[in-house]
């Protein structure tokens, strides 16, 4: 991983063969990084996304091996058991163009991942919420 | 709805059963917020979003009324009649992982829906432009 | 093309018949914007996008003549050549809201294109990496 610090965050380039998620997270952990605004392009393989089933309270998963672009990665950073935790969301593309997407567990650079950080001076943090089945946000207002 | 105050905007959490549009349209007027930048991901439905038939300018519309994952959401915030008015065009995806997308007229959280709202200090605002039939930007320079 | 300065970069708009990365190109030089985060949205025509192909390290190309949303555009702006390039990837959406997306060479303004640019005070370049057969971008530290 490549990365150069900018003004309020990091321009952070995940390199062939490096998983996003866990070099993110462990990037973030490092840095102290607790809130923050993520997005990026790449191109990404060995992919887990899935989608929210909201009556199971569960994910419904799909693994793609082959090398997909990454057309859109956007999450964001909060605390989860104190934890740095990154949700996001992508969408990929195959060689048709043709696109899938969901909730992104992990994927691999396949060529390139490039993102930007963008830290938020928070402690937003996540907390079980069993009406939902998932870590919610925990803010501080209320609107 | 919850929000905590960033650096330069909001981090919004949308709840279960709210309306985002409405709801963040709301937390910009309560706010005086005329110009920003939105994007966020979540899970949503009773989702009607479409696409602009620039021959006859008006949109095709559809509903989803399941549960699909919000992939991407990425919008800005303007002021039209002097009210704050949010463009945003979204990627849904299904429990195959199957992407739909378009211009969001609105949608309501299913499960979460995380938002970061930055603020630019500005007054652009949106005019009907005739020729395209749509209300578009109006700003101070022209390149 | 309208634009309009925010705290650190601009708010764009690609007006109708414009070209998306030429126009923007053009903007970034004028204006020295070395690096900065792009995003935006909007209807677009004469599109052309692609996949990268690792094995054979080249684009696989496809396009679209129609107008099309433009669901989601992000991308970043660094030094290729010592000139600002716009290193950017797309979804767009057709009027059945079936989607489409990879990495974009060019598109042209079907009615708007709303834009977003946040500069970045750094001198991030890209350089060819053959073993990836792409420019790659080039920092400051490793992790």
Known sequence: MQFTKIENGYMIYVEKGENIMESITQFCIKNKINNAQLSGIGAVKNIEIGAFDTDNKKYIRQNFEDTWELVSYQGNIS??????????????SDHNLDIKGGHLF??????????????????????????????????????
């Open 79 to 92: 605390l989860k058991d104190d934890i740095p935790f990154i949700h996001a969301h992508v969408a990929i």
């Open 106 to 143: 992990e994927a691999t650079v396949a060529a390139v991942g490039e993102f930007i950080l963008r830290k938020i001076d928070n402690n937003v943090y996540r907390e079980l919420n069993e009406d939902i089945g998932l870590p919610t946000l925990c803010m501080v207002d209320r609107s």
